[in-house]
């Protein structure tokens, strides 16, 4: 089956025809941030993003920042989408557009949308077409020069956006990617997830911390629809290929492991098939060629990688 790509400006003009305003408000950041203004914690949680804050001061470098637009697709995460929310907002970053895309959730979820209003530059809690559906509605209305999802039972580490778009600035670079980090829910234990230097050659094999990715508002491409749970690998298949890179070797973002989670959910497995059927279908992207050797030769780049990465460590001990 040949994929479908959609066309953003169709859902653009839809929510224009609602009476969307566009470009839609920023979050603001007031001069002493945002910590004293949002709602207080739901439990009795500290830290990060609870109780602390990236502080404001840490933009003063730059005159100008410029926009970065955050989706957050979002069903039943009632759990964790406050902590997502506020692991947005709480970056401080001064030009940032946040929209929360919600597929009508019936748990908590909609009362803290609610709740976070005032500080989302859109959201809407309403039956959509599932979580690909939901990316692309929310980035139809994006007018960032930068752009990311976040899914909702995902969230940044502290001080993310500082450092990601402070390197696009000074690298000029398309793509920027970096580690990340597993955060088990049964027990607790964090799990860090570091990538490779991303070759062209070897974007088949699914290394890239979806969380961790941002990229230029100039290669965004919207994502496929008919996939359940691929929809980030494929999207990088498209949109990363021959287009400038930088990978950030710091942990950017931290996804819950737990037994809803498509990952992890045995019950997704059906899915997870159907997805790479379709990937691999001729009409798509095809079957991998020489899937063995491909194999092969990350193994021995990784090898080198690591061996590169120690050389250099002691040179700078």
């Known amino acids: 089956m040949r994929f479908n790509l959609p ?16 470009p839609l408000k920023t979050t603001g950041t007031p001069e002493n941030g945002l910590l004293g203004y949002l709602p207080g ?26 926009k970065l637009t955050i989706v957050t697709p979002s069903y039943n995460q009632g759990a964790f989408i ?20 919600d597929g009508g959730s019936t748990d908590n979820t909609r009362e803290i949308l609610e709740k976070y209003a005032p500080w989302i530059s859109y959201w809407q809690s309403v039956s959509d077409d599932g979580q690909a559906n939901a990316i692309n509605l929310g980035f ?22 500082h450092h990601v778009i402070k390197t696009f600035i000074k690298t000029k670079v398309s793509f920027i990617y970096g580690y990340a980090y597993n955060l088990h829910a049964d027990t607790g234990t964090l799990e860090m997830i570091k990538v490779l230097p991303v070759l062209d050659y070897f974007l088949r094999m699914p290394t890239l911390a979806q969380p961790s990715c941002f990229w230029s508002a100039g290669i965004h491409q919207p994502v496929i629809e008919q996939l359940q749970c691929s929809m980030d690998y494929e999207l990088w298949l ?6 400038s890179r930088k990978l950030l070797r710091s942990p950017l973002s931290v996804a819950h492991v737990h037994r ?28 991998v060629q020489q899937w063995a050797r491909k194999i092969w030769l990350h193994k021995i780049y990784n090898r080198f990688i690591k061996l590169i990465e120690k050389v250099t460590f002691h040179q700078r001990a």
């Open 7 to 22: 066309d953003l400006n169709d859902y653009r003009t839809r929510f224009l025809n609602d009476g969307i305003v566009s």
């Open 41 to 66: 914690c739901s439990g009795d949680q500290t830290g990060w993003p609870w109780t602390a804050q990236v502080d404001p001061d840490t933009y003063n470098g730059n005159n100008y920042w410029p």
């Open 82 to 101: 406050e902590q997502t929310i506020r692991a947005v907002l709480l970056q401080n970053y001064p030009n940032l557009e946040y929209i929360i895309i």
């Open 140 to 161: 139809s209305l994006a007018s960032g020069h930068y752009r990311a999802w976040i899914n909702s039972d995902d969230y940044y580490l502290s001080g993310t956006f």
């Open 238 to 243: 498209r949109m990363v290929r021959g287009n």
């Open 260 to 287: 809803q989670a498509k990952t992890y959910d045995p019950k997704m497995s059906d899915a997870w098939q159907n997805d790479h059927d379709l990937i691999c279908h001729p009409e798509n992207h095809g079957p």
